[in-house]
């Protein structure tokens, strides 16, 4: 079994990252023009990291399968990002991010890299503004801040719904500007096939490129893996449809230990199924539950009226509803974190209170925010607090600045107005917190290739909270990794430019040309989306929002034998020198058919509930996951054996110094 | 549930000739999205043993600015403020033709039937579209620079440019202006950006006009096309710093 050594510095939590940074090796300036970096994925953090790498003088390639480096999912992202800046003097502070942090990992991240990302959280902001990201300002031209859920204070950054795709443009635009000086080589719609190991260390990937099929070879002294998360592994999910596993999976199939894949985020709010042609589901911003209040009717004949189309939700009294997340979590009430208010809605539905037609939804009512806010400029403007239809208009336009995008959406998908009448909303898959597993240096168990943002598994434990992805993001590729990657590569300045033409980049080319030629020699009966959807199906049931051992172990089997049938029988029409979607989506089913049955296998070894895990086994009387502290108070860190039943468990122990580890409480 | 035609552009790659094909598609729900009808269509073309339609897609909620398909001659089709992916079939009728096409223009090579190349996109902005500082993390605190509400909305209103390319596809000229406005303004309204204002103009002028766009006779498509909504003020105030810039030389 490989030692797993998450190489944490000695000494107290506050001056870990600190002493640290003054003690790792460093590379010249003249050196590191001698310095290759392959980055794949240009989300947050791969174009974060990308523009740093190369501004501090490292040569870069960067490869994205978007047409764009601006179209990696980050830009999706719609609330906001956290910073402990304390600008609305809350009472916030590093230890406040860092402790809501690790409580709302359930106590299942690692303290040492979590009270970093706290510390660097404040420098993100100020570098976003510098670089001309127009975040929310209040009328004295100041920062404007939210609250997001599992928290008490208000530290949430946003620019209106859409501060994925600002942030991300702020990181772009730094690319681009040492794309222009000719430090990036970027190569767009360009797809990583495998890594390259030389000496059992990582030295270049095979890639393709996906517009005319050419396969390629690319060395370089060191590879960085940002290709996101891997919730498409449901099939229906918030990702983007090209999210995928495949650069993690490819790297964890070369030696790099692949962590908690179990821990998997399902968000509250999104928008219903409507039917079986669905191919994503479309989030609904968290910042909403600052505003909006989640209810059922308390009345199972309310219910099927309303289902039956003969009552309207607004008809119903106040005394009628069930405020379901208020009455059972008083102290954070709409604003507990994801996994609580999703399992929250679950047990509703389940219990037969669903609002829509399949039974899968409940609202998220604006009216009384409307309301309120109607009052208020009422007031501020001098007006009759008591006219109903002016007080609405009034709140309405409030609502429409803060969240028009969101609503505007909501309309075009649903065709219903939620001015007017509560959004219907349902859990849906949105984050992977796990990922591959890597050290306090962001490196994996393969010397030279590391993984950040959502690719690794380190800052979120069993659960993140809201708007902390960008900021991991961010904080990984701007302030962390080019740091630390100089530790490793001090090494290599007298290793010169990394040769392509050796028996290494030789055998995995062959690999990575046998498997395109085994997909679109098998011409078998089935499309690549039929095996997709039928994993999704298996996943979503069996390892979604409520998991037993049995349901565990049948999809083990389940994925296995429906691996065993793509390769037999999966349909991959063209060729492979030409634009060809479905190839390229065959090679990420083939990793998602793998990792899926990791998944289950992760879940059914991890006995307790923790965070978004919930064993069906592992729970208090009132239905609160329960942690089992005393046998789970580690990270499982995977090695690949080929099936993935037979992968190994090597365990990473979390210690907590800082922090007493507490039963999760938000009521 | 609907019937409807669609003709296809089909173009194996850039340097073959393309035609219009026709295909029939059955039982298309109006609760789908576009790209889910095309979806559709593409399950059963493969399993016929006919290639399917390629198109570029991916966050499928409006923000990517990937897809881009021009429909019944509209950049996204006949709704309004929104992309191909958030089109929903609701807005077409039982037994209606469609007509669907790439995104058009010499600066937009089709890469594949509906696909199209809009690395000039990216080729301008590596000429100017940023702010020259480094992500060391050593810079200001945030909120030393205050500013004015008002400019930093008409920022965030020019920054929600998704990039897509529907004003591109939408003006006979093929011109690229409103795209390129919408960047300079975002950064000519802000203090951090108005320092190289002057190199950045003329520089993301000179990539656009480099790359092959087509002048702006201010007919104003783009900006009815536009998903996002981006303003004709933002071509007006790209005028004016270029014009400045040219001045000052």
């Known amino acids: ?667 | 549930m609907m019937n409807l035609t669609l003709k296809i552009w089909r173009q194996a790659n850039a340097t073959t000739k393309g035609k219009m094909v026709t295909y029939p598609i059955e039982n298309v729900s109006p609760d789908m999205s576009f790209l889910e009808m095309m979806d559709v269509l593409n399950e059963q073309l493969i399993n016929k043993g006919i290639d399917p339609v390629a198109f570029d897609h991916d966050c499928r909620e409006g923000i990517c600015g990937m897809c881009s398909m021009y429909i019944n001659g509209e950049a996204h089709g006949p709704d309004r403020f929104v992309t191909t992916c958030q089109l929903h079939m609701r807005k077409f009728k039982d037994g209606e033709t469609i007509t669907i096409e790439p995104f058009r223009a010499n600066a937009f090579p089709v890469v594949k039937d509906l696909a199209v190349d809009r690395s000039a996109f990216d080729r301008i902005q590596h000429a100017g579209g940023f702010v020259s500082v480094n992500t060391s993390g050593n810079t200001q605190d945030a909120n030393n620079i205050p500013i004015d509400k008002h400019d930093a909305d008409k920022a965030f209103d020019a920054a929600t440019c998704i990039g897509c390319g529907a004003c591109v596809a939408s003006c006979k000229n093929a011109s690229a202006m409103l795209f390129v406005s919408a960047k300079v303004s975002q950064y000519a309204l802000l203090p951090q950006g108005k320092v190289e204002a002057t190199d950045r103009v003329l520089n993301m002028v000179k990539q656009m006009d480099d790359e092959g766009f087509g002048n702006c006779t201010n007919t104003g498509a783009c900006e009815v096309e536009c998903p996002k909504g981006i303003s004709l003020e933002n071509i007006a105030r790209m005028n004016r710093e270029y014009l400045f810039a040219t001045v000052k030389g």
């Open chain 1, 1 to 667: 079994m490989a030692s797993l050594d998450s190489k944490i510095p000695k000494g107290p939590l506050s001056n870990k990252w600190t002493n640290h940074k003054s003690h790792i090796n460093l590379v010249s300036p003249a050196n590191k023009r001698l310095i290759d970096i392959i980055v794949v994925g240009t989300g947050l953090a791969g174009a974060s990291a990308s523009a740093t790498l190369a501004e501090l003088g490292y040569n870069v390639k960067s490869f994205c399968f978007q047409d764009s480096p601006r179209r990696a999912h980050s830009i999706a992202a719609q609330g906001g990002i956290n910073a402990a800046k304390n600008y609305q003097g809350d009472g916030d502070s590093t230890y406040r991010l860092f402790y809501d942090t690790i409580k709302g990992g359930d106590y299942r991240s690692r303290e040492a890299n979590v009270h970093r990302l706290a510390e660097v959280s404040t420098n993100i902001i100020d570098q976003c503004v510098a670089q001309g990201v127009p975040f929310a300002r209040d009328y004295g031209g100041l920062l404007d801040n939210r609250s997001f859920g599992g928290v008490l204070v208000s530290r949430t950054f946003y620019a209106k719904g859409q501060t994925g795709q600002q942030l991300l443009l702020g990181a772009y635009s730094a690319m681009n500007r040492q794309i222009g000086r000719g430090k990036i080589k970027m190569y767009n719609r360009h797809e990583m096939m495998d890594l390259v190991l030389v000496d059992g260390k990582a030295r270049g990937i095979i890639a393709r490129n996906l517009v005319t099929g050419k396969v390629e070879r690319h060395g370089a002294h060191a590879v960085v893996v940002a290709s996101g998360g891997y919730g498409n592994v449901f099939f229906l999910s918030t990702n983007a449809m090209g999210s995928n596993v495949s650069a993690g999976w490819k790297i964890h199939q070369k030696g790099a230990h692949f962590a908690n894949p179990c821990f998997t985020q399902i968000h509250p709010t999104c928008i219903p199924v409507s039917g079986d042609h669905q191919s994503k589901l479309t989030l609904m911003s968290e910042s909403l539950r600052n505003d909006g209040r989640i209810w059922v009717p308390k009345n199972i004949d309310d219910v099927k009226a309303i289902r039956d189309g003969k009552l309207s939700p607004t008809q119903l009294k106040e005394e009628d509803r069930d405020y379901y997340l208020e009455r059972r979590y008083p102290a954070f009430g709409n604003l507990v974190p994801r996994d609580v208010a999703s399992r929250a809605a679950k047990e509703r539905c389940d219990a037969g209170y669903g609002v829509n037609a399949t039974g899968e939804a409940v609202y998220l009512d604006f009216a009384a925010a409307i309301i309120r806010y109607g009052k208020e400029q009422a007031h501020v403007k001098g007006l009759d607090e008591n006219d109903a239809v002016l007080v609405k208009k009034l709140g309405q336009d409030v609502v429409r600045s803060k969240y028009g995008n969101l609503f505007q959406m909501y309309e075009k998908i649903v065709d219903q107005n939620p001015y007017e009448t509560p959004m219907m909303i349902y859990p849906a898959v949105h984050y992977t917190m796990g990922g591959v597993w890597v050290d306090y240096n962001l490196m994996t168990s393969i010397p030279g290739c590391y993984a950040i943002g959502e690719a690794n598994f380190s800052d979120h434990g069993a659960n993140r909270l809201g708007a902390s992805a960008l900021m991991q993001g961010l904080a990984d590729g701007y302030f962390v990794l080019p740091y630390t990657i100089g530790d490793y590569l001090a090494d290599d300045i007298r290793t010169g430019s990394i040769a392509t033409n050796t028996p290494e980049f030789d055998a995995a080319e062959k690999a990575v040309v046998d498997k395109i030629n085994l997909f679109l020699n098998s011409k078998g009966e089935h499309s690549v989306d039929y095996y997709h959807k039928k994993l999704g199906k298996i996943m979503w049931d069996k390892c979604g929002m409520s998991r037993n051992a049995e349901g565990l172990k049948e999809a083990m089997v389940d994925i296995k034998a429906l691996r065993e049938d793509f390769y037999k029988n999966v349909n991959v029409p063209g060729t492979d020198s030409e634009f060809n979607e479905q190839l390229a989506k065959a090679g990420r089913v083939a990793d998602f058919l793998e990792l899926g049955e990791l998944f289950a296998k992760d879940a059914l070894n991890r006995t307790e509930s923790c965070g978004g895990h919930f064993r069906e086994e592992s729970q208090t009387p009132e239905g609160e996951a329960m942690r089992d502290d005393e046998n789970f108070t580690f990270v499982s860190a995977w090695e690949y054996k080929g099936e993935p039943a037979d992968a190994i468990l090597c365990k990473e122990e979390l210690k907590y110094e800082e922090i007493e580890v507490k039963t999760r409480s938000y009521k």
